[in-house]
Nanobody, 121 residues
Framework: QVQLVESGGGLVQAGGSLRLSCAAS????????MGWYRQAPGKQRELVAT???????NYADSVKGRFTISRDNAKKTVYLQMNSLKPEDTAVYYC???????????????WGQGTQVTVSP
């Protein structure tokens, strides 16, 4: 019922930039938090950045100062501006939204299918 669609991944050289976007659609009542997670081959999925509806943000230490998360609440869209990319940033990046399907329901996590980001040395 809730769909998240990511775009903006690709191949970039170290030091370059990419901008990811993710749009939520469906009948979700409210979205508390939107963010990005990533998973490299053989590794666990890890948090990259999140942004709460009140504007507060959370970043992984490894991306602080390089990545910026933003939201357009009217469009139900979250963005991730990635600068000064490093080879270790190579991963599949997944969009996440945490919200309520109904006003009386609890919080649930929704996930996009992922977009590949590859950073060459």
């Amino acid at each position: 019922q809730v769909q998240l669609v990511e775009s903006g991944g690709g191949l970039v050289q170290a030091g370059g930039s990419l901008r990811l976007s993710c749009a939520a659609s469906g009948s979700i009542f409210s979205i508390n938090t939107m963010g990005w997670y990533r998973q490299a081959p053989g590794k666990q999925r890890e948090l990259v950045a999140t942004k709460h509806s009140d504007g507060s943000t959370n970043y992984a230490d490894s991306v602080k100062g390089r990545f910026t998360i933003s939201r357009d609440n009217a469009k139900k869209t979250v963005y991730l501006q990635m600068n000064s990319l490093k080879p270790e940033d190579t991963a599949v990046y997944y969009c996440n939204a945490r919200g309520r399907l109904r006003v009386w329901s609890g919080l649930e996590d929704y996930w996009g299918q992922g977009t590949q980001v590859t950073v060459s040395p």
